[in-house]
Every structure is written in C-alpha cells, then in structure tokens.
C-alpha cells in the first residue's frame, strides 16, 4: 500500500511539470477585437498562423510569423523586444498556437504581449475586415 501511494505521488508531482501549451496568466493580457482598433498605433500585431491563412485574410498591418516553422523562434527573436505586441492565431483556443507563441515569445524575453480574444475569427465575428 505504501508502495502505491509512493507511485502516486511521484506520477502526480511528475504531471504536475509537464509543459500544458498555455502561458503563466502573467504572460499576456486578453485584448477584446474591438479594442483592437484603440491600442497605440506603434502596437505590432502578430498573426502566427500558416502563410496560407494569413494570405487568405489577414489584420491589416499584421506580421506573419508562422509557430509553426522551424524559424520561428529565430525570427521571433529579430523583433523589438521592447515594442507591444498583440498575438493571434485562428481562434486562440486553449494550448493553441497563441499560446505556444506567446510562450516562446516570455522566453525571449518580451514584455508587453496581449492575446487577442478569439483571434482572427474573433477579430471578423467583431466586424473586422480582412486584408488580402
């Protein structure tokens, strides 16, 4: 029984430093879509989703750096760290590539990261219009 309960425990405490996709709350506050538009004109939005999604519509004046290319921590990386940035992907569900880019991004050391709320679709369900 002791055994078990041993096992237990450590199989608990090892889950509990798995890496769950989602970045400490600290990382990024949520931005609504339709505060988009009052965020300080020098504010970079960043769409990480795939070339191909971005060239279907895209935020206009949105850089396009995919999450998902081998690259993108090194171009990631190139940016000015001390500059904000609101991040987006498709739909910034949970553990999604929003959250992965916003992780990567605490780790490089930026400051001033927001999540746009629901992300691009968020953004045209709001009355956005996409850039193509």
Not at 28 to 50: E, F, W
């Amino acid at each position: 029984m002791r055994m078990i309960l041993l096992l237990t425990a450590m199989v608990l405490t090892l889950g509990a430093c798995g890496e769950t996709g989602a970045p400490p709350a600290s990382v990024a506050k949520d931005i609504a879509p339709t505060a988009l538009a009052t965020l300080p004109a020098d504010t970079v939005v960043l769409d990480v989703r795939t070339p191909e999604e971005y060239q279907a519509g895209h935020i206009e004046g949105a850089i396009n750096i995919n999450v998902d290319a081998a690259d993108f921590k090194a171009r990631v990386a190139q940016l000015d760290p001390t500059r904000s940035y609101v991040v987006h992907c498709a739909a910034n569900v949970p553990n999604g590539r929003s959250a992965r880019a916003l992780e990567a991004m605490d780790t490089l050391g930026f400051e001033h990261l927001g999540n746009l709320v629901g992300g691009y679709s968020g953004w045209i369900d709001a009355g956005g219009v996409a850039t193509r």
